[in-house]
């Protein structure tokens, strides 16, 4: 198998030679995403086994879904003064602005639940959840454009080349599935079809072997790439061929004795269960009326949000560990109240309804859900303010999310922003905080959790992060 | 469905599995050497706090420094090591390194350590920053092995320990394998049998010659410095807009068939525009420091992005010519090497005064750029002269940021020097809106790398000749380490990115001193140089794992055989179009668009993938269009780096996501269809077009219970396939049918084909 790196799974192998005579086909979950033998994971009792992670992208308006402030109501135009938002944190796009006016939200807010969180009226089923919900207000970053932002957030870094969250999942702690990746991505766009544009490293492994980077799902030709058999092929000529590969293979082995000639022949086989598996999958002929009632209709078309978060809850149930979704399209810098209600339009009731359906069936308390983007939006609006229009540009000092589920304390509203939304007053949670707490809560310490490259222990934490207690 | 054979085979696969590593045999007897077993312990677990940072150093002490660690380290415990005493205590409060740290010394550790304090704790410089000195190769008793001093210094190693050489390869394993190595390409099946029956003493010296001289050697060799040189198509950021920098890859292919001495390579991309009457080819050679990744994105700040382009400069080289992590000091002082924050400023102050605006246009090449003359490279000679790159302008676009213009498709990135220097000044934490303004820094090297007496090096240009001096420790280990690591699949020092303290101590130290001063005595021959590893012994052993050698060494350290390779994402496309008879011959030109999955673009971003036609189907991997955010997934699968920063290794694993890639893209479909047209040529005989095809792909013949197989799977497949779905098979990929072939015999041969493109010995290289 491995000729360059040292090879720290030899005793899967081995484990892998008793599975195949018939101890079971557990083992060879780990040929997909093989977890490293030597992490001795997890660290501790796991709160959640699984994430699903929806990545709002683009970065959401806080204070127009989650953050309210009322008070700004009464200082609509009125500059935000430069002691609040120093100059030298403003975007080129609206930097040389000659005023910064307020723009207070033009959603009303609400309270919901036990807990009373409040929440925009754009988000009405989200208010159903609430009280399954940590609402984070004081996330800050540290990148104020799209390409870093969202590459530290997924990766711990703004420089690429480490591996993106799932990757280290699936790294630390493998798949539960041996026919499933443990780490698939999907993305769906909104209404106009646009968003700021996805790259392949916010799933990609990094510096970490390509079999834990995240298998993405696709909405169009095979749902994972190359998975289906060409036109005129079907499943017994494939497995004839199959048949034909692994016996020359395995006559070659008995030949040049390479352990890495079995290996070959279980991913074939591997594969041939996982071009099943797959379709088996997307399948949606066995989910009652009621799934799409809870998911909304358009759960049914492949590529849209909704189908995205049922499709999450499929995977999770099948054991997948890391299944993460982005949503394109929440970088509002003009138009904003239009364009935000039609992206809440698209993804408000699915992500509501998935926290519900994994409720219903038991799975809430082992899954985590996350919701978020990769910053805030400015409280001043970015392009003239007009009575029912306005715009917000990048800010990453403050932005909210959502978590649900697998550990998280259920009913709470986390942290604090200024009046004006612009600055964390109380209880700040980094990026790198967020990843601890993460790491926590599906058994691992994030210090422990490590990948030697270039001589030196990487994390996904970086030299940071602390676990946030007061979530959990 | 797993057959009786295969049950067998992975019982047996349990019997060998291996138990024993041969690892540290040295470090158990004798005396310990700083270098090979003292350092790699101590930079571990206790330079984070007591290293070379200064600012994260705890109690005042340092142990890389001996004048400092000499008072708490030498000597007995009970005779006062203080630091010995704090390693072997088991009381939390003093034990070191601290519980909690994540780190911890075993007890071989320990007790090594322990020795060595009490042999007075002798340090040694770490042996990367010493320059090589040529050793003698040691005597050699055995037929075979005694003429190339490689298999001298490898024999050693494997006689240590305890194992045996293995016997050269077949014939027609060796001529695959080299041909893979050398060409990227597998032999015809004419050049196999050709090669067989050639008895005369210097047949394989013929065949490596011709394969060095062969235009393929050099595209094959640009596919390994593209990946260091982080060479795309794209800017790598946000919405990934497009640039033009094929000429510079064309440069180095050019250079590459040229076999241009590596000294020269070096300067020539570091600083060919600073050249004396520099010529045109020496300054688009510069478009290496150029193929970093530019931001456009809206709303960037141009000074925040300039700084970046600088640090990718500065972490491309240290990863790619010095081996070194030198970006680490970009934020603090180095953590394990001798670098400090200032010095890393200094080397960053040598990139710095490039004429940048520091955000790309928005499509299209970033100033400074030059006009490359339309019949390029076919160049007379007046036009073979430097261009001064004309200064940029801005536009502005409102609401968004200052832009340079672009450079058009008929323009390539380089490398200039600004008149006046842009000041250089320490950037706290390594921001760019936090500059150390009380004292500006002027370009220069780490002082540790630095020779007794050797001025720093001032410029671009002075750098690019120090790097390549006799006497640099480096950049001559570097290279030869990964042209090493190309022909084994490992370098000598495993960790080829790394020559610093944490990097991996070299598993046969001589020889890698051996073959540098080989490597300068041969004036920088890249081909004489490569000639000399691929003539050794060593490189012509059998593949083959014998259990003692995978028992005792299943790393392959010792190289008491040959490494089996897997071939990379490109290798496999290109092995597969050539088999076939699809690839196209041609060096050079614009990036070509072939297969691609659809709408993988455009899902994701707002770009749109236009496939091309024809002949842009069928060139060679090199070619095909990278774009840095969404790279051909059938090359990142199989592990090729995404080319956002400088990579000089990347991990060979296996996935079954690659079965489904060999089975069912359409390239490999496509390919099986053309080796099956070929099959059916080759005879009127279903045996033979069956036993030509095999041979074709792998390079020897089936054995008569895989012919009986393979057979048998035809006339299966052959059995259950209708004329409809064979006509619906053969639909795949674009070139069209060339034979007057029955359908269901066409496509039932091309799944036959198909099958052995994926059999292990073709997706390996033995």
Redesign the interface.
């Given at each position: 198998?491995?000729?360059?790196?040292?090879?720290p799974r030899?005793n899967r192998?081995?484990f892998?030679?008793?599975s195949?005579?018939g101890v079971g086909l557990a083992a060879l979950s780990s040929?997909?995403s093989p977890a490293s033998d030597a992490r001795a994971l997890p660290h501790a009792q796991p709160k959640a086994r699984r994430i699903i992670y929806l990545f709002q992208s683009g970065g959401p308006a806080q204070m127009d879904l989650f953050d309210y402030k009322p008070g700004l109501q009464g200082r609509r135009g009125e500059g935000v003064p430069t002691s609040v938002y120093p100059d030298?944190r403003k975007?080129?796009?609206?930097a040389d602005q000659s005023e910064f006016p307020v723009a207070p939200s033009k959603y009303s807010f609400q309270q919901h639940g036990e807990s009373g969180m409040w929440l925009s009226e754009l988000l009405p089923h989200t208010g159903k959840i609430a009280d399954e919900l940590c609402l984070v207000k004081s996330m800050y970053t540290e990148a104020?454009?799209?390409?870093p932002a969202i590459t530290f957030l997924q990766t711990g870094s703004q420089?690429?080349?480490r591996p993106s969250m799932g990757a280290w999942m699936a790294y630390g702690l493998g798949s539960e599935n041996a026919d499933l990746?443990a780490f698939v991505a999907m993305?769906s766009?909104g209404k106009d079809g646009?968003g700021?544009?996805?790259?392949?490293?916010l799933w990609?492994s990094g510096f970490l072997?390509?079999?834990y980077?995240g298998?993405k799902f696709?909405?169009?030709?095979?749902v994972?790439?190359?998975?289906?058999?060409?036109?005129?092929?079907?499943r017994?000529?494939?497995?004839?061929?199959l048949?034909?590969?692994?016996?020359?293979?395995?006559?070659?082995?008995?030949?040049?004795?390479?352990?890495?000639?079995?290996?070959?022949?279980?991913?074939?086989?591997?594969?041939y269960r996982?071009?099943m598996s797959v379709p088996d999958l997307t399948d949606l002929s066995d989910e009652p009326e009621s799934t799409f009632a809870l998911y909304g209709e358009a759960a049914r078309k492949p590529?849209t949000y909704a189908f995205n978060c049922l499709m999450a809850r499929r995977l999770a149930e099948r054991g997948v560990r890391f299944v993460q979704l982005?949503h394109?399209g929440w970088d509002h810098h003009g138009s904003l109240p239009r364009r935000l209600a039609e992206q809440c339009e698209d993804t408000d009731q699915a992500s509501a309804a998935l926290v519900l359906d994994l409720k219903q069936r038991g799975m809430l308390d082992d899954t985590l859900v996350v919701w978020g983007g990769e910053f805030g939006r400015t409280v001043y609006c970015q392009?003239k303010l007009e009575k029912d229009n306005y715009g917000r540009?990048?800010h990453p000092s403050c932005f909210s999310m959502w978590l649900a589920g697998g550990g998280i304390r259920p009913g709470m509203t986390y942290g604090e922003t200024d009046d004006y939304s612009v600055n964390v007053t109380e209880n700040p949670v980094h990026v790198h905080d967020l990843h601890a707490t993460i790491l926590h809560l599906m058994g691992i310490d994030h210090?422990?959790l490590?990948y030697k490259y270039?001589?030196?222990?990487f994390r996904l934490t970086d030299v940071h992060g602390r676990l946030v207690r007061d979530i959990i | 469905m797993i057959s009786k054979t295969l049950h067998r085979i992975l019982s047996i696969g349990l019997l060998i599995a291996p138990m024993g590593v041969v690892s540290r045999v040295e470090a158990t007897s004798g005396a310990p050497s700083y270098n090979r077993d003292i350092r790699p312990i101590l930079s571990e677990n206790c330079f984070a706090c007591h290293g070379p940072d200064g600012n994260a150093r705890k109690a005042e002490l340092r142990l890389d420094d001996p004048a400092e660690a000499a008072a708490v380290l030498a000597g007995e415990e009970s005779a006062g090591s203080e630091v010995i005493r704090r390693i072997l205590s088991e009381d939390p409060d003093e034990q070191m390194p601290p519980p909690g740290s994540n780190k911890s010394l075993t007890v071989e550790e320990k007790e090594i350590v322990r020795r060595w304090a009490a042999s007075g704790a002798p340090y040694e410089q770490h042996w990367a920053f010493i320059p090589p000195q040529r050793p003698t190769p040691p005597p050699v008793y055995r037929k075979g092995w005694d003429a190339n001093p490689i298999d001298a210094f490898i024999l050693r190693g494997i006689r240590q320990a305890g194992l045996q050489p293995s016997p050269p390869a077949d014939r027609a394993t060796l001529l695959r394998r080299v041909s893979l190595d050398l060409v990227g390409l597998p032999p015809t099946p004419e050049a196999v049998t050709l090669f067989e029956a050639d008895t005369s003493e210097d047949a394989y010296e013929r065949v490596v010659e011709e394969l060095l001289d062969s235009e393929r050697y050099g595209e094959h060799m640009a596919q390994g410095w593209l990946e260091v040189a982080r060479y795309a198509d794209t800017d790598g950021y946000q919405n990934d807009r497009l640039r033009y920098m094929h000429v510079w890859r064309d440069w180095l292919i050019e250079a590459l068939n040229d076999n241009m001495p590596f000294d020269q390579f070096v300067i020539e991309q570091i600083a060919g525009d600073m050249l004396p009457d520099a010529t045109l080819r020496q300054q688009i050679a510069t478009g290496f420091n150029r193929n970093h990744r530019i931001n456009s994105e809206n709303g960037a700040i141009p000074a925040e992005w300039l700084v970046e382009n600088v640090a990718d400069r500065v972490d491309t080289l240290g990863t790619a010519f010095l081996g070194l992590t030198v970006s680490c000091a970009r934020c603090h002082d180095h953590k394990y090497d001798p670098i400090s924050q200032r010095e890393y400023y200094q080397l960053f102050a040598q990139f710095n005064n490039v004429p940048e605006w520091g955000l790309g246009p928005n499509d299209g090449n970033s100033p400074p750029f030059i006009e490359v003359p339309k019949d390029w490279p076919n160049l007379v000679p007046e036009e073979d002269r430097k261009i001064t790159p004309e200064p940029y302008t801005l536009r502005e676009i409102k609401g968004t940021a200052l832009r340079p213009e672009p450079g058009s498709p008929s323009t390539v990135m380089v490398m200039e020097e600004m008149a006046e220097p842009r000041p250089t000044y320490r950037l706290n934490r390594g921001v760019y809106n936090e500059p150390d303004k009380s004292e500006v820094l002027h370009a220069a090297v780490p002082a540790v790398l630095l020779q007794a007496g050797e001025r720093a090096p001032e410029n671009r240009l002075a750098l690019a000749r120090w790097l390549v001096s006799p006497t640099h420790p480096l950049t001559a280990r570097v290279a030869v380490n990964r042209y090493w690591q190309h022909f084994f699949g490992r370098g000598l020092v495993r960790s080829s990115e790394n020559f610093g303290l944490q990097g991996n101590y070299p598993s046969h130290p001589e020889l890698l001193d051996w073959l540098v001063t080989e490597f300068i005595r041969l004036d920088w021959d890249v081909k004489a140089f490569q000639r000399s590893i691929v003539m050794s012994a060593t490189y012509r052993q059998t593949s083959v794992l014998r259990p003692r050698s995978l028992e005792r060494d299943p790393e392959n350290r010792y190289l008491a055989r040959a490494p089996r390779l897997r071939l990379s994402g490109q290798q496999l496309r290109d092995q597969a179009l050539f088999l076939s008879g699809l690839l196209m011959n041609q060096v050079g030109g614009r990036p070509v668009k072939p297969y691609m999955p659809p709408g993988l673009w455009e899902s994701v971003s707002n770009a749109t993938y236009e496939q091309g036609t024809g002949d842009e189907l069928y060139r060679r991997s090199l070619y095909t269009y990278w774009r840095r955010t969404t790279p051909p997934p059938m090359m990142t699968g199989f592990n090729s780096p995404d080319r956002d920063v400088c990579m000089v290794r990347a991990a060979k694993t296996s996935s079954p996501l690659h079965a489904l890639t060999l089975m069912n893209n359409i390239v490999f479909l496509e390919a099986s269809r053309k080796l099956a047209e070929r099959m059916l040529a080759e005879s009127d005989d279903v045996e033979q077009q069956i036993v030509a095809g095999f041979h074709r792909v792998t390079a020897r013949y089936p054995s008569r219970d895989e012919g009986d197989h393979l057979l048998a799977t035809l006339l299966d497949i052959r059995d259950g396939m209708d004329e409809a779905a064979a006509r619906a098979f053969l639909q795949i990929g674009e070139c069209p049918p060339e034979t007057e072939a029955d359908p269901v015999e066409l496509a039932s041969m091309a799944l036959l084909a198909s099958a052995i493109l994926n059999l292990d010995e073709v997706i390996m290289r033995d």
């Open positions: 198998m491995s000729e360059i790196m040292p090879d030899i192998r081995a892998l030679g008793r195949a005579t040929l997909l030298d975007t080129t796009m609206s104020i454009n799209h390409d420089i690429p080349g990746p993305n766009r646009g700021q544009p996805l790259y392949d490293r990609g072997p390509a079999e980077q298998v696709r909405n169009q030709g095979d994972v790439l190359d998975i289906e058999n060409p036109p005129g092929v079907d017994a000529t494939r497995r004839r061929m048949d034909l590969v692994n016996t020359i293979n395995a006559g070659r082995y008995e030949i040049v004795g390479d352990p890495g000639i079995p290996d070959r022949i279980a991913q074939y086989e591997m594969a996982m071009q590529g982005f394109q392009g540009d990048h210090e422990r490590t270039q001589g030196r222990d | -």
